[in-house]
Each structure stands twice: as structure tokens, then as C-alpha cells.
């Protein structure tokens, strides 16, 4: 009987409206993102996926409530590399990034922009560096919180030049871009899911992409490496993840569903449009996402821990 409800509660699935959980404020990268997906993944699925934005601590504030989450597919997360650093930056975890999820698939790797107010004094990323370093204590850098991507590439700058910076903590860097616009804090390293559209309005400055090569969509940006701090790379790399339990043919519809979405020409024009692109489909699988994390759990942890960067 329990086998044949279970399989039941999977072909009718989904008969209901879905809830995707952001762990960052509306109107910031990772909200963009799971906007586009859930749009398309809810034609494919013929259910409405709505976003819930659940904000603080760098992520994993959402992370937590969806541990805790009814694994019956009706609660999704879209998270991004933080969830691979939240593991090491928090000793006192509620939840743990691998056992409490069911990975469903990779989403996109997404470029991130250093970027400062309009009216920032450095004309270029050397610059940058020389007046960060002449007035450290002065100048301030957003993050989204510890476990936020900003917060992960301001630790890697920050290391970089041996300088530790006051930063200003929000619940996403949508909010940190409208103070960045106002002027009210001086610079911060956002993707270009965020960036892109003030890049090119000319309402903050760029310095550099922390690509390997150049965004085609931001031809004219440098790369971190040609602008003046070589090998200073980081992409912020999405996935999308249910509670652990999740029952495997509703997390095969899922899979389905996002690489559908990840096919889909209104998605890719939107990411190109934004600097990035979908993951190759072959990624976009629930194998490629547990492997995924695993590696990048093991490759950010001695990084962390070198850097001393703990929220607790
Ligand atoms: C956001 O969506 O606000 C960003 O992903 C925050 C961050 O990770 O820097």
C-alpha cells in the first residue's frame, strides 16, 4: 500500500503550486536566475513555481528551511557556490549541505564584476588597489553576508592584497546595488546577472571580470588577470537542489524540467544577455550536481580555512 501511494503521489505529481526558496533578497543574481528557471520548468511541468525569497546569513538561512522541508517536491532551492563554503564558514550548522538535499541538477556558472560607485577615485583596477590600500579603513565593500558569493570573492581579494576591509553585510546584492548606485558604500564583487544592466547604464564603475577570459557581453571589461591581479578567478556556479527523501521519479521530473528550461531560447538569450549561459545538458543531471558539490566542498575548505574567514 505504502509503495503504491508513493508511486501514485509521483505520476500525479505535480498537482499543485511549487515553491522555489531563494536564500537572498528579491532582485539580486541568484533571484534572476530562479526567476528564469522556474518560469520555464512551470510551462514544462504545467504548475505554477513561485519564489519565496528567504534571506540571511549568506544563504543559509534559506538552506536551513528547506532542510526541514517536506520532501514531497513541492519545495524547491536554487542556491549557487555557497552552498560548497557555508559547511566550512559555519561550525554550528543546522544542516548539513550534502545529506539534507537531493541534488537535481547544475544550472550555470556566472561571472562576477568588481564594480564600484560612479564617482569612485580609481580610473582602473590598479587604481583600485593602490587607494584601497592608502585608505583602508575608509572604504567600504558589500557582501550578501558570510556564504554569500560576494562575500567568498571579497575574502579572495581581500587575501590577494593583504588587506582586511570593513564590509557591509545585506540580504542579497540586489540591495547592496541600490546603495552602490546611491553611493552610500564604495565598492563590491557581484555577478553579472546583477551587474550588467548598471555596467552598461554607466551608473557604477567596472574594473574587471573574475572570468578566465573575457564575457562576451562585457567585451570591453578586462579580465582580474589582464587588469592587474593575475589568476584571480571565481565563478559563482547554480544548482538546484529538493529536501533529501524527495522521491527519485519526482526528482527525475524535476531533472526533466530544468534541462528543458536550460533548452529553452527565451532562458539562454536572458543569460547571454546577462554574461552567462546554461550548464552543457549532461550537467544539468542530479549525478553531476552531488559530484559537484562534493568536489567544491573540498576544494573551498583549506581555502577558507588558510583565509580564516569563519562566520562562527
Ligand atoms: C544574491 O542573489 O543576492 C547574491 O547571490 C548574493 C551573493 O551571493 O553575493
Known amino acids: 500500500a505504502l509503495l503504491s501511494s508513493a508511486l501514485a503521489h509521483a ?12 536564500p537572498f533578497a528579491a532582485g539580486g543574481p541568484t533571484d534572476t536566475v530562479a526567476r528564469l528557471v522556474a518560469q520555464s520548468m512551470g510551462t514544462q511541468l504545467k504548475q505554477q513555481i513561485i519564489i519565496e525569497n528567504v534571506g540571511g546569513a549568506g544563504g543559509t538561512i534559506g538552506a536551513a528551511r528547506v532542510a526541514k522541508a517536506a520532501p514531497d ?12 563554503t557555508a559547511p566550512t564558514l559555519y561550525r554550528k550548522l543546522s544542516y548539513n549541505s550534502i545529506d539534507n538535499f537531493e541534488p537535481i541538477g547544475l544550472i550555470t556558472d556566472v561571472p562576477m ?5 560612479k564617482d569612485f577615485p580609481a580610473k582602473d583596477l590598479k587604481e583600485l588597489l593602490a587607494y584601497v590600500k592608502a585608505n583602508k579603513d575608509r572604504v567600504t565593500y558589500a ?13 579572495l581579494f581581500m587575501t590577494a592584497i593583504g588587506t582586511e576591509l570593513t564590509t557591509v553585510p545585506y540580504k542579497g546584492t540586489g540591495p547592496a546595488m541600490n546603495d552602490l548606485l546611491g553611493g552610500q558604500i564604495d565598492f ?61 521519479p519526482v526528482v527525475d521530473k524535476l531533472a526533466s524540467a530544468l534541462q528543458y528550461a536550460l533548452k529553452d531560447p527565451n532562458v539562454k538569450q536572458r543569460f547571454a544577455d546577462l554574461g552567462t549561459e546554461p550548464v552543457a ?15 567544491e566542498i573540498d576544494k573551498w575548505a583549506p581555502i577558507i580555512k588558510k ?6
Open 113 to 117: 564584476t568588481f564594480v564600484a560607485r
Open 73 to 84: 517536491g513541492y519545495t524547491l532551492f536554487l542556491h549557487h557556490i555557497g552552498h560548497s
Open 188 to 248: 563590491m564583487c557581484d555577478q553579472t546577472t546583477n551587474t550588467t544592466g548598471q555596467i552598461k547604464g554607466e551608473k557604477i564603475k567596472v574594473y574587471g571580470v573574475t572570468t578566465k577570459s573575457r564575457v562576451p557581453s562585457l567585451p570591453n571589461v578586462p579580465t582580474m588577470n589582464e587588469a592587474g591581479l593575475p589568476g584571480f578567478e571565481v565563478a559563482v556556479w547554480h544548482g538546484l537542489y529538493a529536501p533529501k527523501g524527495t522521491p527519485k
Open 307 to 312: 583565509a580564516g574567514a569563519y562566520a562562527d
Open 143 to 155: 557582501n550578501a553576508g558570510v556564504g554569500s558569493a560576494s562575500h567568498l570573492c571579497g575574502m
Open 281 to 295: 545538458q549532461n550537467r544539468a543531471t542530479p549525478e553531476a550536481l552531488r559530484t559537484h558539490l562534493k568536489s
Open 11 to 22: 505520476q500525479q505529481y505535480p498537482n499543485k503550486t511549487i515553491t522555489m526558496i531563494v
